[in-house]
T-cell receptor
Framework: KAGVTQTPRYLIKTRGQQVTLSCSPI?????VSWYQQTPGQGLQFLFE???????NKGNFPGRFSGRQFSNSRSEMNVSTLELGDSALYLC???????????FGDGTRLSIL | DQQVKQNSPSLSVQEGRISILNCDYT??????FLWYKKYPAEGPTFLIS?????DKNEDGRFTVFLNKSAKHLSLHIVPSQPGDSAVYFC?????????FGAGTILRVKS
């Protein structure tokens, strides 16, 4: 069974640009969550999608947005990038929110 | 507001001995707890979980203990192996949210 796939693995952008990250969940998983990981901060929850609807949202500014497609694939978009957005962005999928989440290997985003 | 806290940033243990990783939480609504392990350049991997109706769950070398009155859980690894060296995250689920701690770096010395 294929795992969670995130693309791209690495990305370098400059301040003010925007970026779109992609996540393909495990087949059959309908819940997709996004997290930001920075040193010392653990995994900060961004948002969760289920059946193309955002079910939950963390405490991030509106520059961070996402969507989920009918095949459960999800994208995350960050607009007007700031230096502080440099982080590892992780996507996780599960059958539903009360089931263990399976993580992809993340996208390392660096802002210059 | 850190609802899930892992107060030890790092832990060093000799191979073959027990590793004990601790986690405290503040929200009484949390009713399901998980531990994840993360190697560099990889995403976290699910290790073991426990429901609030239990106080212990065991899976091979890994045991998770839950003390609801103290709002505390711990992960025991016995015996510890060098391959266990990684970052360990505890996570708590409740109120439709999964909240992670900041992680503890475990180093197992051979």
């Amino acid at each position: 069974k294929a795992g969670v796939t995130q693309t791209p693995r690495y990305l370098i952008k400059t301040r003010g640009q925007q970026v779109t990250l992609s996540c393909s969940p495990i087949s059959g998983h309908r819940s997709v969550s996004w997290y930001q990981q920075t040193p010392g901060q653990g995994l900060q929850f961004l948002f969760e999608y289920f059946s193309e609807t955002q079910r939950n949202k963390g405490n991030f500014p509106g520059r961070f947005s996402g969507r989920q497609f009918s095949n459960s694939r999800s994208e995350m978009n960050v607009s007007t990038l700031e230096l502080g957005d440099s982080a590892l962005y992780l996507c996780a999928s599960s059958q539903d929110r009360d089931q263990p989440q399976h993580f992809g290997d993340g996208t390392r985003l660096s802002i210059l | 507001d850190q609802q899930v806290k892992q107060n030890s940033p790092s832990l060093s243990v000799q191979e073959g001995r027990i590793s004990i990783l601790n986690c405290d939480y503040t929200n009484s609504m949390f009713d399901y707890f998980l531990w994840y392990k993360k190697y560099p350049a990889e995403g976290p991997t699910f290790l073991i979980s426990i429901s609030s109706i239990k106080d212990k769950n065991e899976d091979g070398r890994f045991t998770v203990f839950l003390n609801k009155s103290a709002k505390h859980l711990s992960l025991h690894i016995v015996p510890s192996q060098p391959g266990d060296s990684a970052v360990y995250f505890c996570a708590a689920f409740g109120g439709n949210k999964l909240v992670f701690g900041a992680g503890t770096i475990l180093r197992v010395k051979s």
